[in-house]
């Protein structure tokens, strides 16, 4: 029989921001917290989910409540933590991935999530890395280099997967 594994998540830093947050008065941000707050409170638990140290890094920044809210919703998941492989990547990934010069942190982001094998990366960061054409180039560029590409989603594509019926 096989052991099943829960699938790995890469959590990025909007996903804690956007289910820690008040609610927001623009229809679609609020849409996106109340679908974060139920992917998080009925979903999340059927993945074995991991931050990184970046993620740390921008959880604690602003505003005091907020990051310290942040910063508790985020304090049981285990830390990766940034290496040479994954800057390596992530500055290949600036030149070879529709990304703007700025996205440093964004192209970090996806190589943490692909050096340390994860099956999903999550986020609402779609001006980089849920970006359809980052979406698209990024299987080609991590083929070539002998890399796995993981899922970049949003938690409402995830909202009604069921890790436990993918056995």
Not at 16 to 41: F, K, N
Not at 70 to 87: K, M, Q
Not at 99 to 122: E, F, K, Q, R, S
Not at 146 to 156: F, V
Request: net charge negative; hydrophobic share 40%.
């Amino acid at each position: 029989m096989l052991e099943f594994r829960k699938p790995r998540l890469y959590l990025e830093t909007t996903v804690p921001s956007y289910y820690t947050s008040r609610p927001s008065a623009d229809i679609v941000l609020a849409g996106h917290q109340q679908i974060t707050r139920e992917w998080w409170l009925f979903r999340s638990s059927g993945y074995g989910i991991f931050v990184s140290e970046l993620v740390w890094q921008e959880a604690s920044r602003g505003d005091g409540e907020a990051s310290v809210k942040r910063c508790e919703a985020i304090a049981a998941f285990p830390v990766l933590r940034t290496n040479p492989l994954a800057l390596d990547l992530a500055g290949e990934y600036l030149k070879t991935l529709p990304l703007p010069a700025n996205a440093g942190a964004d192209a970090l982001h996806l190589a943490l999530a692909v050096v340390n094998g994860m099956d999903y990366l999550l986020t609402w960061n779609c001006r980089h890395i849920a970006r359809g054409s980052v979406k698209r180039a990024l299987p080609g560029v991590n083929d070539k280099l002998g890399y796995d590409t993981p899922t970049i989603c949003t938690p409402e594509e995830l909202l009604y997967d069921n890790p436990d019926d993918m056995v």
